[in-house]
């Protein structure tokens, strides 16, 4: 038992170092985002096993670092936004996670909506990550309840994937649910004129697309968005933690030299032009699968073109970094959100 408490305290120092660095391996940039989204509940843990092992100085001291370094992202929001809560860390945001209503389109995709009591409501449109192949419009429903409570309308969609299906099917599908949506705004209680859309890693790129060029809303917003095809083809991720240019082909069709112009065609980057709408970019600095150069060259070019936009880079953040709501991550991604939406939509 003497020699326990320091192998099960380095242990816990190796996993929560994940938030500092991801090991370059298939999954391991999951574990990253779990440090640091639940590190305050990791915390916890390291101080209480800190405390039984008081007869052990080395151990506890290790588990005060481990701690130390699970509670640093929580501080940091903190710091950095006064609407960041202690409280909500444990008790979350509230509202109902279950959409009012599921509804399927003639093309068979199907959408969850997430329908306020007043009418009239302004409306978030969200789109799935997942590569372009995977995910599902079920992802990632804690903001869409939230947004609900607070008087939005939010239909969270589904599109085809990638590979039986390439570019531009999944943008038709959600020109479809936008046509669907608007042909009906009454019976949904949506303003039609005040629609937002909103998507994560490669819905956001989708959602960019449908913004820019195909059904313009009143603004965007994308979480850790791949913004230019051939930027995202040239600078790949770990092809151990995701092999991106194989993901690119089977949703574009090709390598950049077979389909050069459908890369373009497919780039918010390249497509946007003056006069798109207000854009809020969301990213951690610390994302293995999709690079915050992505956003902050997006960015440089909204600049370029007089139009609004505002982006939060969130320094301890990886990939998927808004999965816990109530995490700090997901506090500063909200608390972003419900600014902007109040700002322009």
């Known amino acids: ?6 192998p099960l305290a380095l242990l816990l120092l190796v996993v929560v170092s994940q938030r500092l660095y991801s090991w370059p391996l298939p999954f391991c940039w999951e574990l990253s985002v779990g440090t640091a989204e639940w590190g305050h509940w990791l915390a916890l843990v390291a101080l209480l096993l800190g405390l039984l092992a008081h007869s052990y100085r080395a151990a506890r001291l290790t588990f005060l670092l481990a701690a130390a370094i699970a509670l640093a992202p929580c501080i940091g929001a903190w710091r950095s936004d006064p609407g960041f809560s202690w409280t909500r860390l444990v008790g979350g945001w509230g509202g109902d996670l279950q959409p009012t209503q599921e509804v399927t389109l003639p093309n068979g995709q199907s959408m969850d909506l997430f329908i306020p009591e007043k009418s009239n409501a302004p409306g978030v ?16 429903r804690p903001l869409s309840g939230y947004l609900r409570s607070q008087g939005y309308f939010v239909a969270n969609l589904d599109y085809r994937l990638a590979p039986q299906h390439k570019y531009p099917a999944a943008n038709e599908d959600l020109d479809a649910a936008y046509d669907h949506l608007v042909a009906h705004a009454g019976d949904y209680h949506l303003d039609a004129g ?3 859309w909103l998507g994560r890693s ?5 959602a960019l697309l449908q913004a820019y060029t195909r059904r313009p809303g009143r603004c965007a917003i994308g979480f850790y968005t791949p913004t230019d095809m051939l930027w995202s083809y040239e600078h790949p ?13 089977d949703f574009l069709g090709g390598s950049p030299q077979q389909t050069p112009q459908v890369y373009a065609q497919s780039s918010p980057l390249q497509q946007v032009a003056a006069g798109a709408p207000p854009t809020l970019l969301l990213h ?4 293995d699968l999709v690079y915050s150069e992505q956003s902050r060259r997006l960015q440089r070019r909204l600049a370029e073109l007089g139009t609004p936009c505002q982006a939060r880079y969130i320094p301890w953040a990886n990939h998927g970094c808004d999965i816990n709501l109530a995490g700090p991550s997901g506090q500063l991604c909200t608390l972003s959100v419900e600014r902007f939406l109040k700002q322009y939509l």
């Not at 991720?237 to 991106?244: E, F, G, H, K």
């Not at 951690?284 to 994302?287: K, M, Q």
């Open 194 to 196: 005040r629609i937002c």
């Open 237 to 249: 991720s770990n092809p151990r933690v995701l092999d991106s240019p194989a993901a690119l082909r």
């Open 284 to 287: 951690g600095l610390n994302d």
């Open 202 to 206: 490669a819905g956001a790129h989708l």
């Open 125 to 140: 449109l969200v789109v799935h990550g997942g590569s372009w192949a995977r995910g599902s419009r079920k992802d990632f």
């Open 1 to 6: 038992m003497k020699r326990l408490p320091l």
